[in-house]
């Protein structure tokens, strides 16, 4: 099994709401990400865990909240988000951190609306 | 952050035609990647090439890259309609681990 599968595929929600993605692969790939990437734009890199243990955070509010309950399973908890967090929120996976050799095996994606 | 930049940003071709992207970076890096989008999905990595090769084929496919002028080059040959799609290259720089993404080409072939 090579895939990383994301749910849901569309979200849409209101900016008082809670909401979670989620994201699963059985690769057994000890590193696992979320991006997030406006239209028309490149995907840039929010959250890095590897081993169930966050490595990178690069400088998400708060309003973002990862979380990575075993080695197949990551979510990322949304809390009163603003429109501009509108996007499409990415997960992918690699073998391991650290070696940067590995390539990274990316789901499809859930496309976030904040009302 | 940005690491490189990509051109075209947009290329239409005719299928059967040769479609060739550039990414130029900034940094000293460990391995440059090639990734293919289709719209609005996820992405699929293509190809990695190491600091140490200078070309590299898969298929249809051909990367180059060039150390000295921190570049490379995708060639998509003898293209197809179902090549459309944003291809970004994506650095992973020396001293990390991180992949960061150029700005990406979004290429039409038309049937």
């Known amino acids: 099994d090579t895939e990383v599968t994301q749910t849901p595929k569309h979200l849409v929600m209101g900016m008082t709401n809670k909401k979670s993605l989620k994201c699963e692969q059985h690769?057994?790939?000890?590193?696992m990400y979320w991006y997030k990437q406006k239209a028309k734009k490149p995907p840039e890199l929010m959250f890095v865990?590897?081993?169930?243990?966050?490595?990178i955070n690069e400088s998400v509010p708060s309003r973002f909240s990862p979380e990575c309950p075993n080695s197949s399973l990551l979510n990322l908890h949304l809390h009163a988000l603003q429109p501009e967090d509108s996007a499409l929120y990415l997960c992918?996976?690699?073998?391991?951190?650290?070696?940067?050799?590995?390539?990274?095996?990316f789901g499809p994606g859930t496309r976030l609306t904040v009302l | 952050s940005q690491q490189g930049e990509e051109d075209p940003q947009a290329l239409s071709i005719q299928e059967g035609e040769n479609a060739t992207m550039n990414c130029s970076y900034k940094?000293?890096?460990?391995?440059l990647q090639w990734y293919r989008q289709n719209s609005g999905r996820g992405l699929v990595h293509l190809i990695l090439?190491?600091?140490?090769?200078r070309e590299k084929h898969s298929g249809r496919l051909r990367v180059t890259l060039d150390t000295s002028k921190k570049s490379s080059s995708l060639l998509i040959t003898a293209s197809r309609a179902a090549d459309t799609a944003s291809y970004f290259c994506?650095?992973?720089?020396?001293?990390?681990?991180?992949?960061?993404f150029g700005s990406g080409t979004r290429l039409l072939v038309r049937p």
């Open positions: 992918a996976s690699s073998p391991r951190l650290g070696l940067g050799t590995d390539t990274q095996y």
């Open positions: 690769m057994g790939h000890r590193a």
């Open positions: 865990y590897s081993y169930e243990k966050l490595s």
């Open positions: 940094t000293s890096i460990n391995n």
């Open positions: 090439i190491r600091s140490n090769e």
């Open positions: 994506a650095t992973v720089l020396d001293s990390s681990y991180k992949l960061i």
